[in-house]
């Protein structure tokens, strides 16, 4: 373990790498959190004909954590920019005489699972009024019970259960985006060996160690346990931090760090593989793009691989950022079928990976 011990040493005292290690799961953090926020905003335009209805709405709906917009007319509240867009053309008097006459035209361009958490949210309210406008002996009284409802923010609440968690198409989109952060960071990485073939330090460590596969194996060592390490600290800063709920379970949580680990040990690999190919740090870094690049793309990270054509599916079926984007898309929506398997093929592919390296030539090394 003394080569595994020496690169370690090697990569904490460049300052700037070990200051990019510090920042790049910070940076995955920020990103993650940045989208995670932008998407979960509930937010909603309304346009109410009666001030009274329109206050009474409005701060019923921002007791439950919802952004309000206020239309100043009914076509802006039609062609809303947010979750959902409510048009209320009854006046308090008219909805006291005639209680089931109060509706609420509501206007969803994308349909969305917070749009569908705010029609729950506004029938909610909507029930309330009819409730309280039956039982009220005047209008006034009517009036008076709405303003003591809207006072007590626990009246109306509703719950909502769904398969894994409601916000997996926000957490699968994040955390693939971490897999071509990752791809390329360890890609790239891995070509601060050329120094060391260049100038026969290679050679001399290969002398030090038992076989070639004990040289790669501590080698490869190294970016993992960089890589699980960034990982763990951007997962503890999305969960203490920034309140992040993944909805996994803890022993899908190993699941998930543990494949990570795996991705990053195939990408270091990959990447030494492409150090044994050349001695030009230029050329290393036009194979690392041309590398990872495909493997980024066709495995799903960009977007999603179901949108591609089905020629570029068989082939993404076969790599292993796409078995990753799997896994993340599996254990946060909870459709957990295939997650095994996937695991089973980045083990596997990271075996393959041992094998081409163990059968490079030590001077190629």
């Not at 951007?234 to 760090?257: C, E, P, R, W, Y």
Request: hydrophobic share 50%; glycine share 4%; aromatic share 10%.
């Amino acid at each position: 373990m003394k080569l595994f011990e020496l690169y370690l040493k090697r990569i904490f005292k460049r300052k700037m790498t070990f200051l990019m290690m510090i920042l790049l799961p910070i940076m995955a953090t920020f990103m993650v959190v940045s989208q995670y926020n932008e998407a979960t905003k509930v937010s909603l335009t309304l346009y109410a004909d009666d001030p009274k209805m329109e206050s009474y709405v409005s701060r019923m709906l921002k007791n439950q954590n919802v952004e309000v917009v206020t239309a100043k007319h009914q076509q802006e509240a039609m062609d809303h920019q947010t979750n959902l867009g409510i048009v209320l053309t009854q006046k308090l008097k008219d909805i006291y005489q005639n209680p089931q006459a109060l509706k609420a035209k509501m206007y969803e361009k994308d349909v969305s699972f917070n749009s569908k958490t705010l029609e729950v949210k506004m029938n909610s309210i909507l029930s309330t009024i009819q409730t309280l406008a039956k039982n009220s002996a005047t209008q006034t009284l009517f009036e008076e019970n709405l303003d003591k409802v809207e006072k007590d923010s626990s009246t109306i609440g509703f719950k909502t259960k769904t398969l894994g968690n409601p916000n997996a198409v926000i957490l699968t989109s994040a955390f693939n985006m971490v897999v071509f952060v990752m791809i390329f960071w360890t890609m790239t990485s891995t070509l601060l060996f050329l120094d060391d073939k260049f100038h026969s330090t290679t050679q001399r460590f290969l002398l030090t160690t038992k076989s070639k596969f004990s040289y790669y194996v501590q080698t490869i060592g190294v970016f993992a346990l960089i890589g699980v390490m960034q990982f763990l600290l951007m997962l503890v800063l999305l969960v203490t931090v920034f309140k992040i709920d993944l909805g996994i379970s803890a022993q899908q949580l190993l699941l998930l760090i543990a494949a990570y680990g795996l991705l990053n040990i195939i990408a270091a690999g990959l990447g030494l593989l492409l150090v044994s190919v050349t001695t030009k740090k230029s050329t290393g870094q036009l194979l690392a793009k041309v590398v990872a690049l495909p493997l980024a793309m066709l495995g799903g990270t960009l977007w999603p691989a179901a949108i591609m054509p089905e020629a570029m599916q068989k082939v993404a079926a076969f790599l292993p950022t796409y078995w990753l984007t799997e896994i993340n898309n599996q254990l946060f929506t909870g459709l957990q079928g295939a997650v095994g398997s996937y695991f089973i093929k980045l083990m596997i592919c990271t075996v393959v990976i041992f094998g081409l390296l163990s059968r490079v030539r030590s001077e190629n090394v």
